[in-house]
């Protein structure tokens, strides 16, 4: 019976079953895209050339695909409202709800950093401070909501904690520097001193989390057997941290120059963040070389069934690769551009080859399915 309500007649799932269940991670599809944008303008470094062309076209992707995932999330709250109240229920699968806010202040940042020919600047720096609202509300609801339900839902157990659970503090690091790249706009300075005291909170409530997460996700990854293939690529996830700090870090600096903070001297903090930041520059690359590893070893004994977990094989990379870039400039180290260049290059065939992926299981309406890992917790819920 309960498998009659979900397919159709033809066998596939219905479309009643789609929107009821659908899911958040298309919102991952949007912070990958978004991320290769931001990449491609940092190597351009100007308005014009082949570089910025595809920076343009991956963002115009990103912005088009935003309102649409968006609409259908929105949708739900009306179709699948008791979908979702499972959902936040369940310790992991209320962890997806964070890429909403990752995706809409990654578009953000890409506005105001990605000239578009045919977007005045005007409405381009206003769609980002739309967007950029949109991911404060959201991710600040869910750094909250999240440990809440986690914490009073009697649900939690060391085994569900898997590379999902970084995505809040990650939601957190992207909204500050997309507030910071928002700041280094605005000319009323009080509002200036406002968005940068507001970001240096939530930088802190970030690190703070996501070392406790790092931890967690360690113990679990050593004492307990790695999950079912389906949620293997969310291993990946652990290298974003990494990335999106160094890229918050490093552009508070210019922010708090622009305010004229007289109680932080730049001097002494400048060399602090590189330091720290090159520190963090070679944790996420072990992270990055194990994480290939592991994903590496399920794709050949297990193979790693299509979902949208596929597409985080895009994000985290590309935060990582959008950090090794500041960092390179920033300490003129060119084996790490490098190395950027080279996982650049990766990352848009790994782009590719998930587009022609994620369009066939749309045709086939498979992508649309709950994971089979949470399936099976889903009527307990």
Request: glycine share 6%.
């Amino acid at each position: 019976m309960e498998k009659m309500k979900k397919e159709s007649p033809k066998g596939k799932l219905s479309v009643n079953y789609i929107l009821r269940w659908f899911s958040p991670r298309w919102f991952i599809f949007i912070m990958g895209t978004g991320a290769l944008a931001n990449i491609f303008q940092i190597l351009a470094g100007k308005a014009t050339g082949v570089l910025h062309n595809l920076a343009g076209f991956f963002l115009i992707i990103a912005l088009a695909a935003f309102p649409v995932a968006f609409f259908f999330m929105v949708l739900r709250f009306f179709v699948g409202l008791d979908c979702i109240l499972k959902e936040w229920r369940h310790s992991s699968l209320i962890q997806f709800y964070s890429t909403v806010s990752i995706a809409s202040a990654i578009c953000a940042t890409g506005l105001l950093n990605i000239p578009i020919s045919f977007i005045p600047k005007s409405t381009a720096y206003f769609l980002a401070v739309v967007l950029w609202w949109i991911a404060c509300l959201v991710g600040i609801f869910f750094i909250f909501l999240t440990p809440y339900k986690i914490i009073t839902g009697n649900h939690a157990e060391p085994r569900r904690a898997l590379g999902f659970w970084f995505l809040p503090p990650v939601g957190l690091f992207v909204l500050v520097f997309a507030g910071n790249f928002l700041a280094m706009h605005m000319s009323n300075m009080n509002y200036l001193h406002a968005l940068l005291f507001f970001n240096t909170l939530v930088l802190g409530i970030a690190i703070a989390v996501t070392a406790i997460i790092y931890t967690i996700f360690m113990f679990r990854s050593f004492f307990y057997n790695f999950p079912r293939k389906d949620v293997a690529p969310s291993f990946m996830i652990g290298v974003a941290p990494v990335g999106v700090s160094i890229v918050a870090i490093n552009t508070i600096l210019p922010v708090i120059k622009k305010a004229g903070i007289s109680t932080i001297d730049l001097a002494v903090l400048s060399p602090l963040v590189k330091i720290v930041s090159l520190l963090l520059w070679g944790f996420g690359l072990w992270w990055l070389i194990v994480a290939i590893a592991v994903i590496g070893t399920y794709f050949v004994k297990q193979r790693i069934p299509v979902t949208l977990g596929y597409w985080a094989f895009i994000f985290p990379p590309a935060a990582y690769v959008i950090a090794s870039l500041i960092l390179a400039k920033a300490l003129n180290l060119i084996f790490i551009k490098d190395i950027a260049i080279a996982l650049t290059v990766l990352l848009v065939a790994a782009w590719v080859i998930n587009v022609i992926l994620t369009v066939k299981g749309m045709i086939d309406r498979t992508i649309f399915d709950v994971s089979p890992t949470f399936k099976g917790d889903i009527p307990y819920l």
